[in-house]
């Protein structure tokens, strides 16, 4: 089956949220054959949580809950057959991150950028809050990664992460990943596959 | 491939839980031909949400959460051919229905009891907090209604889910449904092939 020629997926998700690993890590493989475009947004989630009230991700308020999170990552990253490491510190400041992304969404490298962050820090637990850490990920794919830190933290960008965050936000966005479909929202890298199946039926 | 002769799962959940609705539904379908053996065990979930510090189910601190909810019960339920209609009022009083299960969890009838409320609720939109609509229920599963809504009111009984909902507890049961297979914990409707695939390896 190939999708209608239109098909996109948006992946809004932040690159300290454990699910979003999995989702990222695990998106191209499914929709490459199906012919869907994806575009994986990152986002300044704790924004979003601040304004619907949270102090921080819904699973830091409960440590009997945040401790089956851990345990059921590593058993969804090992039935998809995808490393994982608990990370030593949880959450991670992402902006640095989510802002180079932001800066640089139609470049070539922008998806491979992507998921080694998110690998950085859920497999190898690379503090991925500091820039030294983003400019050697950045090396590593060949780039200039003083030009890119640089432009990525002027005004300009930081007001364009900011528009991208406030658009999730008026999708509906409440936690990470959320797939995004023609306007309808799939929540959780539970719902990846029902995102891809709405994806291929309208 | 068939599991262990011992294979069992225990379900603790609790009857105004829409993604125990799924569960209950959808259980025995997967297991049977599989030969594993399923316990349903109702359980006062407030009791343990009180306990951590939530006032009601985590869904409902959050309005843009509890609508998301409901779109994706109602998608869930669709997947896996299932009724489904949105209750008029949610949470509801389970605790009626929760002492008939526990007062007769050896009976031939209780199961067929557990999806009926859960279907009376999440389907017929009946206020299953209310002994006459669960009298019907049991009426019409040709048993002696009030007798068994007398015992279920006494105080043995009454201790007998508090003493089930406090093993929910101490196994780390914070949301329900929640699988426990062999001291492993697997949470919500979407881990209940997890947990099933856990029984067949151990």
């Not at 991208?164 to 995004?180: H, Y």
Request: glycine share 4%; proline share 4%; charged share 25%.
């Amino acid at each position: 089956m190939q999708a209608d020629v239109n098909a996109r997926i948006d992946v809004y998700f932040d690159f300290s949220s454990p699910y979003s690993y999995l989702s990222v890590a695990r998106i191209q493989q499914i929709t490459k054959p199906l012919n869907i475009t994806v575009r994986l947004m990152p986002i300044a989630l704790g924004a979003i949580f601040q304004k619907l009230g949270w102090q921080s991700s819904p699973f830091l308020e409960q440590p009997r809950k945040l401790d089956y999170m851990w345990i059921d990552v590593a058993r969804q990253a090992r039935k998809h057959g995808l490393e994982f490491e608990k990370p030593a510190q949880f959450p991670i400041g992402s902006i640095v991150a989510a802002r180079v992304a932001t800066a640089y969404k139609e470049a070539q490298w922008h998806d491979a950028f992507c998921l080694r962050v998110l690998k950085a820090y859920f497999v190898d637990n690379k503090d991925i809050s500091q820039p030294a850490v983003i400019e050697k990920i950045l090396r590593e794919l060949n780039l200039d990664a003083e030009e890119i830190i640089t432009h990525s933290t002027s005004e300009s960008v930081k007001g364009l992460l900011r528009v991208r965050t406030e658009q999730a936000d008026q999708l509906g966005v409440f936690g990470a990943p959320t797939m995004v479909v023609g306007g309808a929202i799939f929540w959780g890298d539970d719902r990846l596959e029902d995102a891809v199946a709405h994806c291929l039926s309208i």
